[in-house]
């Protein structure tokens, strides 16, 4: 198995139960886990409102061959999601309330990469109107699920843009900086479809020196900076050159199958 393009998401199809929904757009990633956490799916002209957020807690199988991704979901919860504006930052209130239309756990409110677990189905398998579901605790006497609601509407006022949601398109667009230089741009993000990680950048040095993009661990970056439309590297111009070589026609592999972690 190999890890996969970002950019190669571009046009898949979506296919719920009961049908297709759309085509993928765009994928916002967790700078803070390196994580892919929601598809910006384009319904198209299926219905009025063109774009819609569907978690891969929802996407039960990929179809690389024919380029379609598999939903949990029917056409009427998707249809019946909560509306997105793509221009404006995703805020943590408007996660909570995806989640809870759907009636996923939430993955804000545990120790592992997906709250309860290391893969996004276990947000399902745990929906929040379990007791005990998706919360680091529950006061006694009180629903889950309207701890899951606290949860969400008290890390909103916390974090009202919720800005380590990034979308890929508009960082594949940002700069590199490095303490002694800045060049070149984001190409790529390739990940895992196990667990959605992001396991390397792509980075395209342009001009900068001869030869092939490289591959950069997210462990190497310090931050990344949407005022300045920039990645900011923790390691020199020197350590980024020698970092691996990148060749799209032989991905690198992903990492072995982990077995599934509950706390």
Known sequence: MFLHSVKGLDNFTVAAKDGDV??????YFDEEKWVIRYLVVDTGDWFIRRDVLISPISIRRNDWALRTMHADLTRQQ????PSIDTAQPVSRRHEAELHRHYGYSYYWTGPYMWGEG???G???ERPFDEPGAGTDTVEHGESAKSAQSAAGHNADEHVPDNRHLFSCKDVMSYAIRTPDESFGHVEDLLFDDDDWSVQFLVIDPRNWWPGKPVLVSPSLIDHISSEDRSVVMGITRDELEHCPAYDSRNPPPSKPHRPR???
């Open 22 to 27: 759309g085509t993928v757009d765009d994928v």
């Open 78 to 81: 998707i249809r019946d999601s």
């Open 118 to 120: 290391v893969y996004p």
């Open 122 to 124: 276990i947000l399902e």
């Open 261 to 263: 972690m509950h706390p």
